[in-house]
């Protein structure tokens, strides 16, 4: 996991070594002063020799110097370090997901995805920045601070030795069950979230159903939970702090003590007892920092470990090594496919698929809810591959191709479309980012788009909002499918892409096809028998297999299926969507 | 066509009035806790107070204690030992009372956060649907994460460390001023120096640190949108632009993060180092005044001295640092503010939903569930007590209404629905169909008009029992994590699980239910992401149908359901409602056949109205739909 993320620092690696380094001059600096400050108050002051006071003075004057650049140095290139890691490691992250298969795409939420991206890297971020401004920088001032103890008085020194033993088991004890705790308090922090994610969206659920004071208690009960988790991990933090000023006072009493013997058998003077009690602060102080960073570091490798999740899964569909950039034609063929989700589950949810396709033809899907239409015509484009058998397009099999030129072939319009905030036309060059305005207009007239978009005051520049909730349903299927056509695809899928619109808009739609693109090769899931009754060939689901392939003249009198679908829509005819709605 | 409802308020704007935010959030703190915040700031004085006495103890160790030793034949320790003893006393009492301190706070500043999320949560509930229809979600969204967040900061470091701080200060300047005027004015200066540099870099840094929130907060949305779409992006091969995209926010992020950090990262060194500076000054200048014997200045005096000197720079030091999650605290308090502020749902209704049986063909108000509702009117001039059984009537008399006052979306709707009716209403995209059922629920209110319930204007009604009589099932489905039984169950919380199956069963949904991994209790998650849009619905239907409601109102339901299937949910579902009012909005013209009146809505208006029949013979819009001829 360490591994994964190191790998990122890449960029802000001399920020990195530069850091600690910096701040090593800083603590060396601060060591020397207080021990100038000892020399002045026992060369100087006591013998009177104003000479030798200022000069350790500017002595002093110049390493506060050299500590403030170090500090500032150090504090700009841990800033810079830190941040850059952080950026580096967001890049990595969204560059991975976009490698992405459909399959590894379920497999994340999007709100997972997003607090990985942005809190999880803020705690890395944090935790970086103090690893590199602390983590060489307290020990190595613990190590200054003692040596210059002993050199003083070795015999006095060894109080502290004492007392740093002491804290660090008792900091060891105390902490140890700290980042457990913060684990804890991170999982129930993010269902909290969650929950509140659910009911900001499902509002209308909760009061359709007057269920306010249900939510709210339910809430309650989830933020008590996490009051007390939290109570209980932060609890053994606040001990951290009486029990250093608890050290610290021991260690100045006994040093009072022990000094004041030695300095009146004449072992030690006043200026070094001063001297002493001054590197109290600075070694106890290093021992706390140690002990924050520890702290810090073990509550932020639950995001490193969701961070290096994301980095290192890697996508279940993968260029073929010598891959086939030309796709000949828009055929497709189905041999002996199956399908599943999972390799666990036992039901597959294709089962022996045998299907051929000619180029140019129009195929009509329809079935069940759940009888696996999408699931079928995911395969073409290569969005998730067969468990078994073979899918061809262009009569090859789809996993020869390079992943981009075959979807730039094979055009599917989803089921659940979306489109991105930005303009009309910036949606639009999604499918073709070099198409001209005429092209993208000459495309939403096939889809019937044109009308309508023409009728909002900033035509093609009307700003789409963030899930283009400012357009209707149905607008928003007609956009989605002018996208799909601006790439000019051999074959071109329709995943109920026109449940929103109406009847005849929906025969003009198909018609322009017919007309305007017959050699690329359509494919119609619906529910509506209108939407595919004047298809080459239609094909009924059922359950994940293949019911029937035929004409609407032939299953109409041979499938059972088909026919009950077909009576239940002909009794009444079509829907309600006027023609041009706006 | 940038909708100005949906401005992007939320991150990093300026406080506008920082001193009433921070003293709101003050009393929010102090309201609940007001005994705990006595003792802690009782302890923070003990813990101060000791702490002076402990570097007091130190000035007075060498001039008074080891001096007068140095040189004597039997040097007497005893005072020594005493004055050892004594100190040790404040210490362990500075000890302890930070302990009492820092515990007592980790109650406080939890409890507070815990309550303020209740307080947003039981609030945001209230909220008038507009609210949510208005506001960005991830925007409420943040409020919970990060602007409750940077209170914890605040509330469990910044305000003990600020008065503890302030006290030190305080009495540090006040020994410092016992033991030598000249030095303490010669300290007071450089520290004048530190502040205004600290105050300057720290709002350099605090600017950069609202930047980085907004950064973040775009960035975020961004990450969002494209996770969201992040199918369509596969599809489009659109990854390479989105990388680009996405670098350029990335790198402003970091800009402004580097910046942030680094502003706030030099305030520690450059305070350091001019409290370096600050004893060095002092030691020379006092070095000379104790030679010179000036005042009865001593050597003593001067090494206590300067250990104030280092004390009155550490205090200065910790509330610089704390500056910078005063500023963000300060700006996350504001916008929680905006929420709590933001005005609840009203409702003056008195009129109450009860349940009722028939005793001698009189209205009687019974607890337990009859099947049999009752509206029970209290009447507020005479106190007398009216009820009036649920039938399922309703009346819309010329309603106008619109989102927005200057844009009107329906336009004088004439409606009435009798008991047991089943009412239809057809009619293109935009037409005003959802918005018709969004006022019978109040979910938002009509400009003008009236909206007769049973005969009682629903502004009457409470709006807790308006909505209990009416079972709905939305356009958009919506489901909570948990398992498929709760899920269900949300429409009556007390059903048992043979009532949940049988509203499964009337779904049609058992089958796939049951086809589950873990059946009835596999727990769903994310909105139920795995299930199809079609098993999504029927698992709203059985949620629906388990409330058993008194009216039902099937915002296009079974939109996604195949033709087949929704015959058989259809059939269930006129059983259950047989005898009661059903609204029913959909496409499908199988959907709204059998209904007992359709309303054919355009732009806002009805313009036909009657049974299939009627309206085919009619030969208008629906005749038109329907053949697909144009007449």
């Known amino acids: 996991m360490i591994k994964t993320l190191a790998k990122h620092i890449k960029g802000f690696i001399k920020e990195s070594l530069l850091t600690p380094l910096f701040m090593i001059l800083e603590v060396i600096m601060e060591t020397l002063i207080p021990l100038l400050m000892a020399s002045m108050i026992d060369e100087g002051i006591n013998k009177g020799d104003m000479n030798h006071i200022i000069t350790t003075g500017l002595w002093m004057g110049l390493c506060a110097l050299i500590g403030l650049f170090a500090g500032i140095m150090g504090g700009l290139y841990g800033a810079k370090a830190s941040a850059g890691f952080a950026k580096n490691l967001r890049l990595a992250m969204f560059e991975n997901i976009q490698t992405f298969s459909f399959a590894n795409i379920d497999k994340y939420s999007t709100a997972g995805l997003v607090t990985r991206m942005t809190t999880d890297v803020t705690n890395v971020q944090n935790a970086y920045q103090m690893i590199l401004r602390m983590c060489f920088r307290a020990p190595f001032s613990l190590i200054c601070a003692m040596t210059m103890t002993f050199i003083i008085n070795a015999k006095l020194a060894s109080v502290y030795l004492v007392s740093i033993v002491f804290l660090g088991i008792v900091l060891i004890f105390l902490l140890k069950d700290t980042s457990k705790y913060f684990t804890q308090v991170f999982d129930k922090y993010d269902e909290l979230n969650a929950s509140v994610q659910e009911n900001v969206s499902a509002i209308r659920v909760v009061k359709a159903f007057v269920r306010e004071d249900y939510e709210v208690s339910k809430f309650n009960k989830a933020a008590n939970n996490l009051y007390r988790l939290f109570v209980k991990a932060e609890k053994a933090m606040v001990s951290v702090s009486p029990i250093m000023m608890l050290t610290v006072y021991g260690s100045i009493i006994a040093i009072s003590w022990i000094g004041a013997n030695m300095i009146v058998g004449s072992e030690l003077t006043t200026g070094e007892l001063t001297s002493m009690l001054t590197y109290c602060m600075n070694i106890l102080m290093s021992l706390l920092m140690v002990a924050i960073v520890f702290v810090m570091i073990t509550m932020s490798l639950a995001s490193a470990k969701r961070i290096s999740g994301v980095l290192n899964e890697s996508s279940t569909l993968k260029n073929p090594e010598n891959p086939d950039y030309n796709v000949p034609d828009g055929s497709i063929d189905f041999e002996n496919v199956s399908f599943s989700y999972s390799s666990t589950s036992e039901k597959p949810v294709l089962n022996n698929i045998n299907l051929s396709i000619k180029s140019g033809e129009t195929v009509g899907i329809i079935g069940g809810t759940g009888s696996s239409k999408t699931s079928l015509v995911n395969l073409i484009g290569r969005l998730y591959d067969a468990s078994s058998g073979v899918v061809k397009v262009g009569g090859k099999d789809v996993r020869t191709y390079d992943l981009e030129t075959l979807r730039n072939e094979v055009s599917v319009v989803l089921q659940n479309n979306v489109l991105f905030s930005g303009t009309i036309l910036d949606n639009l060059r999604w499918g073709n980012e070099n198409a001209t305005e005429e092209e993208c207009i000459e495309a939403c007239k096939l889809s019937c788009a044109d009308d309508f978009i023409q009728s909002f005051p900033d035509k093609y520049n009307t700003y789409i909002e963030q899930g283009g909730t400012n357009v209707s349903g149905g607008q928003k299927q007609r956009l989605c499918i002018a996208r799909a056509l601006l790439k000019k695809p051999k074959i071109l899928i329709l995943d109920d892409s026109t449940s929103a619109v109406d009847t005849a808009t929906d025969a003009k739609i198909r018609n322009a096809f017919k007309n305007e693109i017959p050699n690329t090769t359509k494919i119609i899931i619906s529910q509506r028998i209108s939407s595919v009754e004047h298809a080459d060939k239609i094909i009924i689901m059922d359950n994940g297999e293949i019911n029937a392939i035929g004409t609407h003249d032939e299953l109409v009198k041979s499938n059972d299926i088909y026919k009950e679908i077909f009576e239940a829509q002909t009794k009444g005819h079509g829907d309600f969507d006027k023609k041009g709605e706006l | 066509m940038k909708g100005p409802m949906r401005n992007n308020k939320a991150v990093g704007k300026k406080v506008e009035n920082p001193m009433k935010v921070f003293k709101r959030l003050l009393g929010i703190i102090f309201k609940k806790h007001k005994l705990q915040i006595i003792v802690v700031f009782i302890c923070i004085f003990i813990s101060v107070f000791a702490n002076v006495q402990g570097t007091l103890f130190i000035q007075r160790l060498i001039d008074d204690y080891i001096e007068p030793l140095i040189g004597t034949p039997n040097p007497d320790f005893t005072p020594l030992l005493l004055a050892i003893g004594k100190v040790a006393v404040f210490y362990l009492l500075g000890v302890i009372s930070t302990y009492a301190y820092s515990r007592i706070m ?391 699980d043979e009532e949940v199956i049988a509203a499964a069963k009337l779904a049609n949904a058992d089958t796939f239910i049951r086809q589950l991994p873990e059946g009835y209790n596999t727990i769903l998650k994310s909105d139920g992401g795995n299930l199809s849009q079609g098993q999504r619905q029927m698992l709203a239907i059985a949620r629906a149908a388990v409330a058993d409601p008194p009216a039902l109102i099937l915002d296009e339901a079974t939109s996604s359901i195949d033709t087949r299937t929704e015959k058989i949910v259809q059939d269930s579902m006129d059983k259950l409602m047989k005898g009661r009012t059903t609204f029913v909005i959909a496409h499908r013209l199988s959907t709204v056949m059998n209904s007992d009146c359709i309303m054919v809505l355009e732009h806002g208006r009805i313009i036909e109205r009657g049974t299939h029949d009627q309206l085919i013979e009619q030969k208008g819009k629906y005749y038109q739909l329907y053949t697909g001829k144009t007449a």
Not at chain 2, 220 to 241: D, R, S, T, W
Not at chain 2, 344 to 356: H, Q, R
Not at chain 2, 442 to 464: E, P
């Open chain 2, 106 to 496: 980790v109650y406080v500043t939890q409890g507070t956060m815990r309550d303020l999320r209740c307080d947003i949560f039981s609030h945001m509930e209230s909220l008038p649907i507009k609210y949510f229809d208005t506001h960005k979600h991830g925007d409420i969204m943040s409020v919970y994460t990060n602007d409750v967040d940077t209170l914890r900061q605040m509330i469990s470091q910044s305000l003990v460390q600020v008065f503890s701080s302030v006290i030190t200060i305080i009495s540090v300047i006040a020994s410092m001023i016992f033991l030598s005027i000249p030095l303490t004015i010669l300290t007071l200066v450089i520290v004048f120096i530190m502040l205004l540099i600290s105050r300057k870099l720290a709002g350099k840094s605090g600017k950069y640190f609202l930047a980085q929130q907004i950064d973040l907060g775009t960035e975020n949305g961004y990450i969002e949108e494209m996770m969201n779409g992040q199918k369509v992006v596969k599809v489009f091969n659109h990854e390479k632009k989105n990388i680009e995209d996405f670098k350029k926010l990335n790198d402003k992020l970091f800009h402004s993060s580097y910046n942030a950090n680094k502003f706030a990262n030099i305030i520690m060194p450059i305070n350091a180092q001019i409290g370096n500076v600050s004893y060095v000054l002092c030691a020379i200048v006092g070095g000379l005044l104790a030679l010179s014997n000036f005042a009865g200045f001593t050597l003593g005096m001067l090494v206590s001295f300067l250990t104030f000197n280092k004390n009155f720079t550490q205090p200065i030091n910790q509330v610089s640092q704390q500056f910078n999650s005063i500023i963000m605290a300060l700006a996350g308090a504001e916008r929680i503010f905006d929420l709590l502020d933001e005005k609840s749902e009203e409702d003056n209704g008195y009129v109450t939903l009860v349940n009722a049986k028939k005793e001698n063909g009189k209205l009687v108000e019974t607890k337990e569930h009859t099947g049999l509702w009752a509206w029970k009117h209290v009447h507020q001039a005479t106190g007398e007590v009216e009820y009036k059984e649920l039938e399922g009537a309703l009346v819309m008399d010329d309603v106008d209404f619109g989102y927005s006052d200057d844009k009107m979306v329906l336009h004088n709707i004439k409606l009435y629905a009798d008991p047991g009716q089943k009412i239809a209403f057809v009619g293109s995209t935009g037409a005003g169909k959802t918005t018709i059922t969004n006022l019978i629920n109040r979910f938002y209110d009509i400009q003008d008009g009236k909206i007769r319930y049973d005969g009682i204007n629903i502004n009457k009604i409470k709006k807790s029992d308006l909505r209990r009589s009416l079972g709905i099932v939305l356009q958009d489905t919506h489901l909570f994590t948990g398992t498929v039984m709760d899920n269900i169950r949300y429409g009556k919380l007390d059903a048992t």
